[in-house]
Nanobody
C-alpha cells in the first residue's frame, strides 16, 4: 500500500533550522510531482513548496521564499524540506503529498510531522 512517512519535526528556537524528510513507498515515487503542505493550529492548509519529478523546484509560498529549500532523491524515494531562519509563524504540521497527473488535485498524503518554533 501507499505510504508517505514524514519525519524530522520538533521544537526549535526562532532563527534555527530543521530538515524534514518524507519517505515514500508503495508507488513509483519518481513519477510524481510532490508538494509540501502545512497546517498551523486553527488555520487551513497552506501549500509550502512543490517540486517536479526531475528535482526542479516549481513553487515556494511567499512566506517561505528564500528560507526553505525543497529537494528530492528519487533513488531513495525521499522528499526533503530544508528550513532555515525559522520563525514562530512557521509552526505547523507539515505534510508531504503527491500531485496527480492533472496537476490540480492531490493523490496521497502523509501523516505529517509537527514543527514548533518557539523560544
Amino acid at each position: 500500500d501507499v505510504q508517505l512517512q514524514a519525519s524530522g519535526g520538533g521544537l526549535v528556537q526562532p532563527g534555527g533550522s530543521l530538515r524534514l524528510s518524507c519517505a515514500a513507498s508503495g508507488f513509483t515515487f519518481g513519477s510524481y510531482v510532490m508538494n509540501w503542505v502545512r497546517q498551523a493550529p486553527g488555520k487551513g492548509p497552506e501549500r509550502v513548496s512543490g517540486i517536479k519529478t526531475d528535482g526542479d523546484p516549481t513553487y515556494y509560498a511567499d512566506s517561505v521564499k528564500g528560507r526553505f529549500t525543497i529537494s528530492r532523491d528519487n533513488a531513495k524515494n525521499t522528499l526533503y524540506l530544508q528550513m532555515d531562519s525559522l520563525k514562530p509563524e512557521d509552526t505547523a504540521v507539515y505534510y508531504c503529498a503527491t500531485v496527480n497527473s492533472d496537476r490540480s488535485t492531490y493523490g496521497y498524503w502523509g501523516q505529517g510531522t509537527l514543527v514548533t518554533v518557539s523560544s
